[in-house]
């Protein structure tokens, strides 16, 4: 079944890459847009580049309120971050974005607007993450129902974020014990694989009670979402930590995989995601990589460059430890771009049992990927696809889906009490990818000129 599938890719492959042709990123595919659409993207992406709106986001919103009252603050929010941003709180709302991105030739990554607070009670109980579940679970429900033809054309996928459902304390112990030399068995994916299979209590002993069953619990909701996501054919991308959680996160990860990646269950239903910008991360897909292949497990990542540099060199420089991002921003391409081809090989060579999102907003990166998509025979809507953040990047996003790419937007949604929160510590995680949005303001607003000018 494997080499007829890596035949039926081959077989589709292009003309010499001499003949191919790159994509132009050049704005061109902003006439699918309207002024008000085009207006507001200016605006909120230049406010979104200077430093002391996103470092006191959160401090100027509660400003807001007091000053504006929470009606007209609200009302100015929706008007601008909340709408460029988020797809809305109710489903109508959320189908109605959907339905815009799909007339542009985009596709819905849905992604639930929660994270921990571990200084926080309310946000650290098991209640909390039943919550979470939940709201998860109708995150599939909904993934799968806004697609009205689910298919190998239209692939429902969906984010999830571990430390949702289990908490960031039980990650970092237990990636401590996984850095242990000779670290136990107890804490491998098979195992922990087979307690989320048959739902038997699971002991380890390296945890306490308490941690034991707290993990328990965690594996039982990892466990419903994915079992809930293959069911309506939704497939999960699990997102990437810090450091300090994930060893930990790869763990759960891969014990999801052993039962939701096999071959028979038809391709990866869990995809792992692998943050370019760390020293060891192209060992670690190529180990994780051929390990799944050995193993007969289909292999899905999504490759990102990564988003907490700030935070992990502050966090090494404090603990006096080596610092494992790259040294500089050349230094992360090139990271990205030799883990690019290392999965493009992958992808070429196994077909429908690996698949790869290129979640990026980097235009060099994307030609690339397309042009070895091209060389290597890798059909434009097969195992590979791109992403990028919903409200930005939409000049590569629209080229990409007019081309005929598989491209999907990370649309997160829910109130704005809920959101804003969330969008504010996105952004002060994305500092460089808000700040480095030059080109895309440069080109929005020589489209708005161009209208205006035609106007006149």
């Known amino acids: 079944m494997m080499l007829w599938t890596t035949r039926v890719l081959n077989s589709q492959a292009g003309p010499s890459a ?15 847009k309207g002024m008000g659409e085009l207006t507001r993207a200016l605006l909120v992406l230049r406010l979104c580049a200077w430093p002391p709106l996103v470092t006191h986001g959160l401090a100027l919103q509660a400003w807001s309120q ?23 709180e109710t489903v109508e709302e959320v189908k109605d974005c959907v339905l815009k991105l799909q007339s542009l030739g985009l596709r819905p990554l849905l992604a639930v607007p929660t994270e921990e607070e571990p200084d926080s009670t309310a946000k650290t109980g098991e ?41 960031t304390r039980l990650c970092k112990e237990l990636t401590a014990q996984i850095k242990e030399p000779g670290a136990s068995l107890e804490l491998s994916p098979e195992r922990l694989a087979e307690a989320m299979d048959s739902r038997q209590d699971l002991r380890v002993s390296c945890l306490n009670a308490e941690q034991n069953q707290h993990l328990q619990a965690s594996l039982s909701r990892l466990h419903q979402v994915a079992q809930q996501a293959r069911s309506q054919n939704v497939r999960l991308l699990v997102d ?21 990646n096999s071959s028979k269950e038809n391709g990866a239903w869990i995809w792992n995601t692998y943050q370019a910008y760390l020293k060891d991360t ?43 991002t790259q040294p500089d921003y050349e230094a992360t391409s090139w990271s990205y771009s030799r883990c690019l081809e290392l999965m493009l090989t992958h992808v070429s060579r196994r077909g429908t049992m690996c698949n790869l999102m290129v979640a990026s907003h980097n235009e060099e990166s994307v030609l690339q990927a397309t042009k070895r998509m091209w060389e290597l025979g890798i059909p434009l809507d097969g195992p590979v696809c791109f992403g990028q953040l919903l409200g930005m990047c939409d000049h590569v996003s629209l080229a990409l889906g007019q081309a005929g790419y598989a491209v999907y937007k990370s649309i997160p949604y829910g109130s704005l009490e809920e959101v804003i929160p969330y969008l504010i510590r996105r952004a002060q995680e994305n500092r460089s990818v808000l700040q480095g949005a030059r080109r895309e303001q440069e080109l929005l607003g020589r489209e708005l000129r161009r209208r205006l000018l035609r106007r006149a």
Not at 18 to 32: E, I, M, S, T
Not at 243 to 253: G, I, R, Y
Request: glycine share 8%.
């Open 18 to 32: 001499r003949n191919w042709q790159p994509l132009r990123f050049d704005g061109g595919a902003f006439h699918l």
């Open 66 to 88: 007091r000053l504006l009252g929470s009606r007209l603050s609200s009302a100015l929010l929706r008007a601008s971050f909340y709408g460029q941003f988020v797809a809305g």
């Open 127 to 167: 209640a909390w993450y039943e919550g979470n579940l939940n709201a998860m679970l109708q995150c599939v429900e909904l993934s799968r129902g806004l697609l009205e033809t689910p298919g190998p054309a239209q692939q429902p996928l969906m984010q999830i974020k571990v430390t949702a459902l289990t908490s």
């Open 240 to 260: 990437a930590e810090y450091t300090s959680l994930n060893p930990a996160l790869s763990l759960l990860v891969a014990a999801l995989a052993m039962r939701w």
């Open 282 to 324: 192209h060992e670690r897909l190529k180990r994780d990589a051929e390990a799944a292949d050995r193993a007969g497990l289909a292999f899905g990542v999504k490759l990102v460059r990564g988003a907490y540099l700030d935070k992990e060199r502050e966090v090494a420089q404090i603990q006096k430890t080596e610092d494992p």
